[in-house]
């Protein structure tokens, strides 16, 4: 068969780019469930669904249908369900929904006026884990009065530094709290309060517990930007405790080890140092000594910092090994890096070449002209697309555009293998020359 004939790219080709996002796990490590976003040519609208593979190869299968946005997908602890977010009809604002694994309709558990962002299932399968900001009050009522509605935001008062965002807009006056929704009911209940603070990354212990989450507590949290603490409270609400035991700086996702002693997170040190690498700490979370940043003397940064005209790249919370020695984190956006905390080893994997190199205590497997992958961890194992800009073969390869996912275990001891496991096949751009 003749070489297709090449061509420059022109911005028809956006179209036929699709991004993989939000790649989770089944409990049993049998099957992969993901994301695709599309966008629609006549409407310029975004739209996705979700998709289930098996882990140990064959075809991916569309899971979810139709023209609206479902992400976040969360397996139940059972492996029965998935909790996803979707704007099926007509929600301006995503609501949770459960779908069974081995067929059947989505239900839609939650009607929460808000912006939603779904974490995860308590260990026991009882409640999901969300942090949610309310609709402002004014918003609401201007929906319920049509005069008011046709007449549109007359006038916007703030009373904070921060009041837009890029690709966002105009801030709510509300703050992002944590809630905890009853899995089998939907009602939900905000267990974090605060009129000019947020609450965000909160992770359940191993054992359901207690809820750890990062909050800037300070008086003027726009003003105070790298203000962050980390505090542990009861998973059903009540009393925070603030960990001491950490340094000024910034910091976000946390992950709890698996015997619950440890806390995981990426941060800086320090105020007014935006250069800085972002680095993996640990913590004890009962303060019995200061945080660690293992990461300092390597010049690393942890998270996936890049834009493209398709979207950024998705970081994820660092990786523990079964057995707490060792972890797994993104280095910028195209590594992977382990450190084995008791030898203080640190291995990079840049997907160069098919070679297998020790990290801590597991092996991990190269996956060849990738550039490298970067990992979220499911109950005992890890997974997540990879994207990257870049050239292959002379051609433009998709711009962020992941067809390959990486799935690893992460067995007793801390073994495990990253392998590809699935293949999405949207429509490639091999027949554009790499001209930028």
Same mark, same amino acid.
């Given at each position: ?49 979700? *998709? ?8 991916? !299968? ?12 969360? &397996? ?44 995860? *299932? ?56 944590? &809630?905890?929704?009853? #899995? ?10 605060? #009129? ?59 992950? +709890?080890?698996?015997?619950?002693? &440890? ?17 993996? *700490? ?37 990786? &523990? ?7 797994? +984190? ?15 080893? *640190? ?17 991990? !497997? ?24 870049? !050239? ?27 392998? !590809? ?16």
């Amino acid at each position: 068969m003749p070489a297709p004939k090449k061509r420059l790219v022109t911005a028809e080709d956006l179209y036929s780019l699709q991004q993989l996002s939000n790649v989770s796990i089944s409990p049993d490590g049998g099957h992969v469930a993901y994301r695709i976003q599309r966008v629609d040519r006549k409407t310029e609208k975004k739209y996705g669904n979700l *998709w289930i593979v098996p882990s140990g190869g064959g075809e991916p !299968r569309q899971f979810t249908h139709g023209n609206q946005s479902d992400y976040s997908p969360s &397996w139940s602890p059972d492996g029965n369900t998935i909790a996803f977010l979707s704007s099926r009809a007509g929600n301006d604002n995503p609501q949770i929904h459960l779908i069974p694994f081995d067929g059947g309709e989505a239900r839609k558990l939650t009607s929460i006026d808000g912006e939603i962002d779904l974490v995860g *299932w308590s260990p026991d399968g009882r409640k999901l884990l969300c942090t949610i900001r309310k609709t402002d009050t004014e918003e609401l009522e201007r929906e319920k009065d049509e005069q008011k509605k046709k007449l549109g935001v007359v006038v916007r008062h703030y009373t904070r530094l921060f009041y837009k965002m890029d690709g966002y807009g105009y801030l709510p006056h509300e703050r992002t709290h944590i &809630w905890v929704v009853d #899995a089998r009911t939907g009602k939900g209940k905000q267990i974090t309060e605060g #009129a000019v603070h947020d609450e965000n990354f909160p992770v359940y212990s191993p054992d359901g517990r207690s809820i750890a989450y990062i909050s800037n507590r300070t008086e003027d949290p726009d003003a105070n930007v790298e203000h962050d603490d980390i505090f542990v409270m009861p998973a059903d609400g009540g009393k925070p405790r603030k960990l001491n035991n950490t340094p000024l700086g910034a910091k976000f996702f946390l992950a +709890f080890s698996p015997d619950g002693k &440890w806390l995981a997170y990426f941060g800086t040190e320090g105020e007014h140092l935006d250069y800085q690498n972002t680095s993996l *700490w640990i913590v004890p979370v009962d303060g019995s000594e200061p945080a660690r940043n293992l990461t300092k003397k390597y010049d690393l940064h942890t998270q996936a910092d890049i834009i493209t005209d398709f979207g950024a790249a998705e970081t994820v919370a660092p990786v &523990w090994s079964n057995d707490g020695k060792s972890y797994l +984190f993104p280095g910028g956006s195209s590594r992977v890096h382990g450190f084995e905390a008791d030898r203080h080893r *640190w291995q990079e994997y840049d997907g160069s070449d098919r070679r297998r190199r020790r990290a801590g205590n597991g092996l991990v !497997r190269q996956i060849p002209k990738t550039g490298g992958v970067f990992l979220r961890r499911d109950a005992r194992h890890a997974a997540s697309p990879f994207a990257r800009v870049g !050239r292959q073969h002379g051609s433009l390869s998709d711009a962020h555009q992941p067809r390959l996912f990486c799935l690893g275990e992460v067995a007793q001891g801390g073994r495990g293998l990253v392998q !590809r496991r699935g293949r999405h096949r949207p429509a490639r751009l091999d027949h554009v020359p790499a001209q930028f």
